[in-house]
């Protein structure tokens, strides 16, 4: 007769060396990461959600007030009801590029960047993470910019085409989200970082049509507004609300898609190689 195992009982199993224990893909990783990234602006939501939406609420009001008041209709609608969509879009973009850049560049700052480096991730999956964080952030932003419009007397942002709405917002977020990936890479101080907020992705903003249609500039501005990528993410959000495009839908579309995949695969590039993040 055998006699019985005393042996207890291993629940966890040890792996054979060289067998993989996480296959092809980290989701656990993945999620953790990206929780991260959302309890970090979270936390804060006072100053990353809040007050951007009060700020773009006293872009309204200012611009409304001051060239609205003569009751003039911007592409067949009147002048607040044209300029919501876009300072609502514009809102979330940037608190896009905000999220990625700041968190890369403190974590390098701090030396946190080694805890996300370490553990078994992969560069597909780190961007992942990092550009579902931004995204979470601009739609949180989006969201409250939009309830507090909303409510404000003057303006109309009632939602004309929700898939509009959904694609270029979302396709505009990644987009700084990727751009905040590569600065947040390659800023060593904030300086960095401040210099392409307020010399690219500013300027790239305020003049992609938010204020002003663009038929209605020299033909030079309009020139420079159709190759600005900003223009067509906000062209085509906008005209989710207002059911009216000031170019075209359909290139803006196929273009921005063109552009986020190739900031991608830059971006996938650039951290697998660990440029700047590895000592």
Not at 46 to 62: E, G
Not at 190 to 201: G, K, L
Not at 252 to 263: E, Q
Request: with cysteine; charged share 15%.
């Amino acid at each position: 007769m055998t006699p019985p195992n005393n042996k207890p009982e291993r629940i966890f199993e040890r792996a054979e060396p060289g067998v993989t224990v996480i296959a092809r893909f980290n989701t656990e990783g993945l999620k953790t990461l990206y929780l991260k990234e959302v309890r970090r602006f979270w936390k804060v939501q006072l100053q990353t959600v809040w007050a951007p939406a009060i700020t773009t609420l006293l872009f309204l009001v200012i611009f409304a007030v001051a060239l609205g008041r003569s009751g003039n209709a911007v592409l067949g609608v009147p002048y607040a009801n044209f300029l919501g969509p876009g300072l609502i879009v514009m809102g979330m973009i940037q608190n896009s590029f905000a999220n990625t850049s700041s968190s890369i560049l403190v974590a390098k700052m701090q030396g946190s960047i080694i805890d996300v480096l370490m553990p078994p991730l992969s560069a597909g999956e780190l961007l992942l993470a990092w550009v579902a964080g931004a995204l979470t952030r601009a739609w949180a932003v989006g969201i409250a910019v939009w309830v507090v419009m909303a409510l404000a007397p003057g303006v109309d942002v009632v939602v004309h085409d929700p898939l509009l709405i959904l694609y270029f917002g979302t396709m505009g977020s990644v987009l700084l989200a990727l751009l905040g990936v590569l600065t947040g890479v390659w800023a060593e101080k904030f300086d960095h970082a401040a210099a392409v907020s307020n010399f690219v992705i500013q300027p790239l903003t305020l003049l992609s049509g938010t204020f002003y249609v663009v038929d209605r500039v020299s033909p030079f501005m309009a020139g420079m507004a159709r190759v600005n990528p900003f223009f067509y993410v906000i062209d085509g959000f906008r005209a989710g609300f207002i059911g009216i495009s000031d170019g075209h839908l359909l290139r803006g579309a196929i273009g921005l898609a063109i552009v986020n995949a190739l900031l991608w695969f830059i971006c996938y590039r650039v951290l697998r190689s660990g440029w700047k993040l590895r000592a």
